[in-house]
């Protein structure tokens, strides 16, 4: 605050603004008068209103929930999203009532408090109270404020968020977080606020779709001495079962996946084919799904499944299928597919498939 003052006398004094120094020019003085009356849920705008509404309510609700969680992160506290969509949404519909802007969490307010060391809510009780001051009385004094040194305020709020640990973690653990994370940042720095957090939100949903079209599928042997089976990548002592190839699907089996998976089991079926011509195994004679990590399908996953029975009756393959959950059983019941199949093609676990089927 002292630094605004002196560098304002400065500018006023020198008057270095007509020598090209920016400042903050005319502000309007008092609080703003009431806008009740100017509120209409009719007419030709609503629905563009309307629209604009929604869409600016969740940019300010993404950004908010964003920077308290960085802030929560920072002091160990926790953060109920629920109670800040309802403290914003009360505050913007009385806000809406005296002409104020949609109003969201500010970062670099946020970030000021954090440095000066605020640690209760009555700091913002306090700033209300000097802001409310400032707009009655001082507002003229900050004509000649220059726009540097507000600017220069924010930076040094600012720069000690930056954490450049986290950065390289993120790069490590995970590149998808890690472009998200610089996009975000440079979209805070050459635009806004609001603009850094849709390129991250934007990919984060396509890491998101990308995740569930693509699911992973993994092969499983038998881990020896055990009647364990697992990823044969992740175990490479474990042993595939001779005449049985056992394909593990790690995702719900939806419309938006269901030709995928299909496409990948089949393609798993002709790579170990080939593997397994040239060596001492078998021909596959079944291919054993297991269904554990499936917790839904939906009528697109369904005839999937009806798809690839078929083609595995053309390759003179058996389809099995191991644990698959109630709710994945209900609609096989449901859709008639167990009776395609073969009730007694459906197993408790990978085991007694094995085991049964004598492979």
């Not at 603004?17 to 009719?42: C, L």
């Not at 670099?108 to 640690?119: E, F, H, L, T």
Request: aromatic share 8%; with cysteine.
């Amino acid at each position: 605050m002292i630094s605004v003052i002196l560098s304002t006398l400065f500018v006023y004094i020198t008057r270095a603004d007509k020598k090209g120094v920016a400042i903050v020019r005319h502000i309007n003085k008092g609080v703003n008068p009431a806008s009740a009356s100017e509120i209409f849920f009719h007419g030709n705008y609503l629905g563009a209103g309307a629209r604009i509404g929604v869409i600016a309510g969740m940019i300010a609700l993404t950004e908010a929930v964003a920077i308290g969680r960085t802030f929560a992160a920072m002091k160990d506290y926790p953060l109920d999203g629920n109670k800040e969509m309802v403290a914003m949404g009360t505050m913007n519909i009385l806000g809406s009532l005296t002409s104020c802007y949609v109003a969201t969490g500010s970062f670099s307010r946020s970030a000021v408090n954090y440095m000066a060391g605020c640690k209760t809510a009555v700091s913002n009780m306090v700033m209300s109270i000097v802001v409310l001051l400032t707009l009655l009385v001082i507002t003229p004094l900050f004509k000649y404020t220059p726009n540097a040194v507000l600017a220069a305020i924010i930076i040094a709020a600012v720069i000690g968020l930056i954490d450049i640990e986290a950065v390289i973690l993120l790069w490590k653990i995970d590149k998808f977080d890690f472009v998200a994370c610089i996009g975000a940042f440079f979209g805070v720095i050459f635009k806004s606020v609001e603009i850094g957090l849709l390129i991250a939100v934007a990919i984060s949903f396509a890491k998101i779709l990308l995740q569930v079209t693509r699911p992973r599928t993994t092969v499983l042997g038998k881990v020896r001495g055990t009647s364990v089976y697992r990823n044969i990548h992740q175990y490479p002592k474990a042993t595939q079962i001779p005449g049985m190839l056992i394909i593990r699907v790690d995702s719900a089996i939806y419309f938006s996946n269901s030709n995928y998976i299909k496409e990948r089991i089949l393609r798993w079926l002709t790579d170990e084919d080939v593997q397994r011509t040239g060596s001492e195994l078998p021909r596959i004679q079944y291919l054993l799904t297991e269904m554990s990590s499936v917790t839904d399908i939906d009528t697109s996953g369904i005839h999937a499944f009806v798809k690839l029975f078929k083609s595995l009756q053309k390759r003179e393959v058996q389809l099995l299928l191991a644990n698959p959950g109630p709710i994945v059983m209900e609609k096989l019941h449901t859709s008639n597919l167990i009776n395609l199949i073969g009730e007694h093609k459906i197993f408790l676990s990978v085991a007694d498939a094995v085991a049964t089927s004598g492979a």
